[in-house]
């Protein structure tokens, strides 16, 4: 065939499976996938179940199948929120560091808020970070990271979240 589109979602074996088997067969057709998964809402069903990997799992296809679309970076830092929530810091801070990393990738030289579902990846994974340094007992660098943070977006969406999270660190 010219070209084959594939469903993530189908049953057995998902498009990513089926891709996957073509890739090791030598078969390289161009693919197209398509999907009606909703990236945050099938990580955030995972969290709400308390499937931390899971999670990660579904938030890592979506960055490889869209080529770290936004809406997937968003999905990332839902990973980070619930790693910290299950306790798990060294890997909040990790995924947190990563979706920051994404994010500001994804931006180039655009305004945050010019690109849907940014700021609130970013805005979570710099949470996240203070968050974690607080847990560990340096919440002073906590508040020096969202202060740094702040005087880098302060005029953007991101500014409240930012000052809350200084406030509620103090």
């Not at 690109?115 to 560990?136: C, D, W």
Request: hydrophobic share 45%; net charge neutral; glycine share 10%.
């Amino acid at each position: 065939p010219d070209v084959l589109l594939l469903d993530l979602v189908m049953p057995g074996l998902d498009g990513f499976g089926v891709l996957a088997r073509l890739t090791q067969s030598g078969h390289g057709v161009p693919t197209v996938i398509l999907t009606s998964r909703a990236d945050r809402s099938e990580v955030r069903a995972a969290l709400a179940k308390g499937d931390l990997a899971g999670a990660e799992r579904i938030a890592r296809e979506h960055l490889s199948a869209s080529g770290n679309a936004p809406v997937a970076i968003e999905a990332l830092s839902w990973v980070a929120r619930g790693a910290l929530a299950a306790g798990q810091l060294d890997s909040a801070g990790s995924v947190a560091r990563e979706t920051q990393r994404l994010a500001e990738a994804a931006l180039g030289k655009r305004p945050l808020d010019a690109v849907p579902g940014l700021p609130i990846a970013l805005g979570a994974a710099l949470e996240v970070q203070a968050q974690v340094l607080a847990a560990r007992g340096a919440r002073s660098d906590g508040v020096y990271l969202l202060t740094r943070e702040l005087e880098r977006y302060g005029d953007t969406s991101i500014h409240e979240r930012l000052q809350k999270n200084i406030h509620l660190l103090n």
